[in-house]
């Protein structure tokens, strides 16, 4: 391909993506599948790796999209909330894993494998015990301040449990609405000639980003926990699944369906066997999360500016017709 051909067809993926991202972060009306997205993003990323001249910081590749909106005040994370980087294909999964062991010096990790739940990102901060701020991911930086919203959710607790109350955490999980509580809501959408949400994950959000806190009680909306930052705190677990122990100690829904494995294979098994029974779960997902499960190494690894090292979320593969119409999309 000419090399003028190729920077046009970077600029105009790039153009693309940010539409979406657009439609999905912001109006919470998104125009793709999450498959066909991924698919774009895929191949903007392969042009950019063979055409490194043409990276730009903008690019969508670049960082975690999203953006905090106007009518909620600002929130600034303790740790920033990255993405995960992805990937379908097994031997991509165990490239990830041989990855980690060549820059950790070890000829074998240990993961937990979550589910990947389809919901959007919440931070959590808790001061003597006492839920003080609810923010959305935003930018990764700063999010949106939902604390009167989050309130209303009743799996979150307002005040911790147990004798191990930290003086200062933010907790990190994924708030979701199950799929009878979607359809019963599309229903009374309809019903009173409102548009329908497109899935369970864009209900959640938009009921999550509702500006009276009344209207955010009615929606049946719950949380998973899945990480934690100590900011003061007598107690520091030494990996992933004490941490997640400790999470369901102070009084949160940590998924039942967690993991802990110690080799790559395994997690790859456990992947097939979630893409044939997922559909029986109550919420969506879109894959698992594979995450190394010693917080040393993992604070050794570290992270790009959009997605930590230590981490991958391995999505389920996208279904045919998904991919034909992407090619249209994308050759246009
Ligand atoms: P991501 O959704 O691929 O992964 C990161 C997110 O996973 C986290 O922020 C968290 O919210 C979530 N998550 C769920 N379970 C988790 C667990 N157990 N542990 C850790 N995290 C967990 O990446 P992203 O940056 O949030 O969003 C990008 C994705 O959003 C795309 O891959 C695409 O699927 C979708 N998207 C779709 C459109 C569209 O138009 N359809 C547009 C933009 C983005």
Same mark, same amino acid.
């Given at each position: 391909m000419e090399r003028d051909t190729i920077r046009q067809e970077i600029e105009k993926l790039r153009e693309i993506i940010r539409q979406h991202d657009y439609r999905y972060y912001v109006l919470n009306q998104p125009t793709v599948t999450d498959d066909e997205y991924d698919a774009?993003?895929?191949?903007?990323?392969?042009? @950019?790796?063979?055409y490194p001249e043409y990276l730009t910081a903008d690019s969508p590749t670049q960082r975690v999209a999203g953006k905090p909106q106007d009518g909620f005040p600002p929130f600034l994370h303790f740790q920033p909330l990255l993405s995960l980087s992805n990937a379908v294909e097994e031997d991509d999964i165990r490239e990830f894993d041989q990855r980690l062991q060549r820059l950790l010096?070890?000829?074998q990790a240990e993961y937990v494998v979550e589910l990947k739940i389809d919901g959007l990102a919440i931070n959590l901060r808790y001061e003597e015990g006492i839920l003080t701020h609810g923010a959305t991911r935003g930018d990764g930086t700063v999010g949106e301040d939902v604390t009167p919203n989050i309130r209303t959710i009743k799996t979150i607790p307002l005040r911790l449990l147990g004798?191990?109350?930290p003086q200062?955490? @933010?907790i990190q999980g994924e708030i979701f609405m199950g799929k009878n509580a979607f359809n019963r809501l599309n229903q009374e959408r309809i019903a009173k000639n409102e548009p329908p949400f497109a899935n369970p994950r864009n209900a959640a959000a938009g009921s999550l980003r509702q500006l009276d806190p009344r209207m955010t009680a009615t929606r049946e909306l719950h949380l998973f926990v899945y990480g934690a930052t100590l900011i003061e705190s007598n107690l520091s677990p030494i990996t992933h699944w004490e941490l997640l122990m400790y999470l369901k100690e102070l009084g949160f829904m940590v998924n039942p369906y967690i993991q802990l494995v110690s080799s790559i294979e395994e997690v790859i098994d456990i992947h097939r066997k979630w893409e044939k029974k997922r559909k029986q779960l109550e919420y969506e997902i879109d894959g698992l999360v594979i995450k190394l499960n010693s917080l040393p190494d993992r604070s050794r690894l570290g992270s790009t500016s959009k997605s930590p090292r230590w981490a991958i979320a391995y999505k389920f593969e996208a279904t045919t017709e998904m991919t034909r119409i992407l090619n249209i999309e994308v050759n246009v």
């Open positions: 774009l993003m895929r191949k903007l990323q392969e042009l @950019e790796k063979n010096n070890q000829n004798d191990k109350i200062v955490i @933010e």
